[in-house]
């Protein structure tokens, strides 16, 4: 059973930086389409990043460009989302998904949130001005 953990959320003042980190255990597939989404409240959840394990890539939409950095580190079974440039419009619960195989690891299909089908409960992130 795949299983995902997020941690690193907190409450932070804007213009800083923040390193959330989703613990990812119980794998039995060979590659994944890992992400990064987040929902702030009376809003939709959308993807803030993505990273196809095959092709060992990040892939970002337009609006997280240049401030939002996906990585994993396959040895410790771990992904990061690292946030610099902070805003108190980034506040948001944000959650780390993933899904087997990466056949939709691409435009425009991994920002949706139902091509995901293993989910963390997710870590808030509080902007303050």
């Known amino acids: 059973q795949v299983r995902l953990l997020e941690s690193g959320g907190g409450s932070v003042q804007a213009g800083g930086s923040l390193r959330l980190s989703c613990a990812f255990s119980g794998h039995p597939y060979p590659s994944y389409c890992f992400a990064w989404f987040r929902q702030a409240p009376g809003k939709e959840r959308e993807g803030v990043a993505a990273?196809?394990?095959?092709?060992?890539?990040?892939i970002y939409p337009d609006s997280a460009k240049g401030r939002f950095t996906m990585s994993r580190d396959n040895a410790r079974d771990m992904l990061y989302l690292q946030i610099s440039g902070l805003k108190p419009e980034d506040s948001a619960t944000y959650y780390c998904?993933?899904?087997?195989?990466?056949?939709?690891?691409?435009?425009?299909?991994?920002?949706?949130?139902?091509?995901?089908?293993?989910w963390g409960p997710g870590t808030k992130v509080t902007v303050s001005t």
């Open positions: 998904a993933a899904e087997p195989g990466t056949t939709y690891c691409r435009e425009p299909y991994w920002p949706r949130r139902s091509e995901y089908n293993y």
């Open positions: 990273f196809d394990t095959r092709e060992n890539d990040s």
